[in-house]
């Protein structure tokens, strides 16, 4: 059974069709590369997943449940866990207070233990902080150790981007939407941006949709791809299927692909 699942979704803001029709499967342990040119719905989708926007037509069900008219907070308590394009850190707090906020929510200390800062409180505070240092842990020595009480802002772009994904991963996610993950980021940060990826399938055990515009990134991690163009799918395959496919290459042109034959040569 797939663990995600968009059954004819569409979307429109006003007079524009952002996603059209659109369905899709991501099953446990892959990795999925969403691609498209701007403006194509790729992070319409994403919003549309994590339920900041309500579809105006279709399905999307998770682990074989539907989720629409769910809170984006009961989205994520279920299992989907998403970074954005624009990083979305607490600049001012500290390495590790980023990746605690993220299981705050998950306390079972009442207010009034919150407040008066009782043992059962401390003993989860406790908790808390072990699963932090956990996950930021998974990033090796770029976050952990001095860097947890470092300010978020201290941290280098791609460093910043390794945070994200830690909080992500604090709220104990089955499925990880990257939103363009390695945008930004020089050639090395991008090949190690490509490893870390198949890290957290491989030692993580997450399944993973990645929205990603670098199609070196897409060919190294993908199981499978799907092209969007106006927020309709127009290609779905193995990287190399879809990146020869007539439709991406006239989408991401914007004009007709013309075949170049070779010419003879007279003797």
Do not use: C, W
């Not at 403006?39 to 900041?52: D, E, R, S, W």
């Not at 105006?56 to 989720?67: E, I, K, L, N, W």
């Not at 941290?155 to 993950?181: C, F, Q, V």
């Not at 090949?191 to 890290?199: D, H, N, P, R």
């Amino acid at each position: 059974m797939a663990l995600l699942e968009l059954v004819g979704l569409h979307k429109h803001f006003g007079g524009l069709q952002v996603v059209d029709d659109l369905s899709l499967e991501v099953n446990p342990g892959e990795i999925v590369s969403l691609i498209g040119p701007n403006g194509a719905g790729k992070t319409t989708v994403f919003n549309l997943i994590t339920g900041l926007y309500a579809p105006d037509h279709g399905d999307v069900r998770f682990d074989g449940a539907s989720v629409l008219g769910i809170e984006p907070h009961e989205i994520t308590q279920r299992g989907i866990a998403r970074t954005f394009q624009t990083l979305r850190l607490f600049l001012n707090m500290s390495v590790i207070e980023n990746v605690m906020a993220a299981v705050y929510p998950r306390t079972h200390a009442s207010l009034a233990q919150i407040i008066f800062r009782t043992p059962g409180f401390r003993r989860e505070e406790t908790r808390i902080r072990q699963i932090a240092e956990e996950k930021l842990a998974f990033f090796g020595e770029r976050l952990k150790g001095y860097r947890f009480d470092q300010p978020a802002y201290s941290l280098s772009y791609a460093n910043r981007r390794r945070l994200e994904i830690a909080r992500a991963m604090a709220t104990e996610p089955k499925l990880l939407l990257l939103d363009e993950p390695a945008a930004g980021m020089n050639p090395n940060e991008t090949l190690e941006m490509t490893e870390l990826i198949g890290e957290l399938r491989t030692r993580g055990g997450y399944t993973i949709v990645v929205i990603e515009h670098d199609m070196k990134v897409v060919e190294g991690i993908s199981d499978r791809v799907i092209a969007l163009d106006y927020g309709e799918k127009i290609a779905e395959g193995t990287y190399h299927d879809v990146a020869t496919n007539e439709r991406v290459i006239e989408a991401y042109l914007g004009r007709k692909h013309e075949k170049v034959e070779p010419k003879e040569t007279g003797k």
